[in-house]
């Protein structure tokens, strides 16, 4: 069964880059979709984008210009890169297994806050 | 591209049954067999229950059902069981390849 770990720092400073990582076990990162979603505090969720097994990514329209999703198969990772970040990107971010048409398992979430 | 309409509260009784409704159009809900829906426990992480419109992950009661009439999606959940509380939230594939969420719907067992 696949299993999803995030990690990252959970402080970033206002206008600086949010960097997580999702390392997947039971698994491996070449085959399937992999997405990354948030959730910011008491909020609904978000859908920021996925990358595909051959390596091509589409992001939320509203997130795109700020956003790079990436695989590293050596290490069986995929990762997460939000540029300029402010304040409302304050969320809790999931890592999940699927892309398009549905995602069937997930990370248990790492809260990032930005803050000063 | 708007989020999904979803109550933003729905309620009923153990034993009962109870029905959220997701609303979109036809350029995601209508317009594809890719809607699913997800339980998620104050605290947890998404668990899906429903994919592709009807179908249940196995593991999933069968208490647990979804369907589609035109631009809208439900999911009923038969049985209510105290452990049904949690948000529920529905999702679909959107034109131009992107992913659509529902607000989320908080479910309460009385």
């Known amino acids: 069964q696949v299993q999803l770990q995030e990690s990252g720092p959970g402080l970033v400073k206002p206008s600086e880059t949010l960097s997580l990582t999702c390392t997947v076990s039971g698994g491996s990162v070449s085959s399937y979709y992999w997405s990354w979603i948030r959730q910011p505090p008491g909020q609904g969720l978000e859908w920021i984008g996925y990358i595909s097994n051959s390596g091509n990514t589409n992001y939320n329209p509203t997130l795109k210009s700020r956003v790079a999703i990436s695989v590293d198969t050596s290490k069986n990772q995929f990762s997460l890169k939000l540029i300029s970040v402010t304040a409302a990107d304050t969320a809790v971010y999931y890592c999940?297994?699927?892309?398009?048409?549905?995602?069937?398992?997930w990370g248990q979430g790492t809260l990032a806050t930005v803050s000063s | 591209q708007s989020a999904l309409t979803q109550p933003p509260s729905a309620s009923g009784s153990r034993g009962q049954s109870v029905t959220i409704s997701c609303t979109g159009t036809s350029s995601d809900v209508g317009g594809y067999s890719y809607v699913s829906w997800y339980q998620q426990h104050a605290g947890k992480a998404p668990k899906v229950i429903v994919y592709e419109v009807t179908k249940r992950p196995s593991g999933v009661p069968d208490r647990f059902s979804g369907s589609r009439s035109g631009n809208t999606a439900s999911l009923t959940v038969s049985g209510l069981q105290v452990e049904d509380e949690a948000d529920y939230y529905c999702?679909?594939?959107?034109?131009?390849?992107?992913?659509?969420f529902g607000g989320g719907t908080k479910l309460t067992v009385l």
């Open positions: 999940a297994r699927g892309g398009l048409f549905g995602l069937d398992s």
């Open positions: 999702s679909s594939y959107a034109r131009s390849s992107t992913v659509l």
